[in-house]
Nanobody
Framework: QLQLVESGGGLVQPGGSLRLSCAASGSIFSFATMGWYRQAPGKQRESVARIISGGSAYYADAVKGRFTISRDNAKTTVYLQMDSLKSEDTAVYYC?????????WGQGTQVTVSS
């Protein structure tokens, strides 16, 4: 009921910025909690940020103050603005939608922070 496609990843220097987008198709988008997760090589997937249907947002301590999650229900898209990027932010970033106890995942987009 939700198909998710991430975009916007790439290579950026430390201190730089990127904006990830997650385009969703499906009628439940406006009701779903949307989130961004990331998985670095050799590490478990971890939560980065999530935003509920009403717009309240929550962040992992590691990204608080640097990343901003937002959603546009009219465009059925969720964004992750990433500023002041660090090498430890390097990972594959995944979009997740959750509704009615079901999780939907995108295919992921690579973010590499390196000089």
């Amino acid at each position: 009921q939700l198909q998710l496609v991430e975009s916007g990843g790439g290579l950026v220097q430390p201190g730089g910025s990127l904006r990830l987008s997650c385009a969703a198709s499906g009628s439940i988008f406006s009701f779903a909690t949307m989130g961004w997760y990331r998985q670095a090589p050799g590490k478990q997937r971890e939560s980065v940020a999530r935003i509920i249907s009403g717009g309240s947002a929550y962040y992992a301590d590691a990204v608080k103050g640097r990343f901003t999650i937002s959603r546009d229900n009219a465009k059925t898209t969720v964004y992750l603005q990433m500023d002041s990027l660090k090498s430890e932010d390097t990972a594959v970033y995944y979009c997740k939608g959750s509704w009615n106890y079901v999780d939907y995942w995108g295919q992921g987009t690579q973010v590499t922070v390196s000089s």
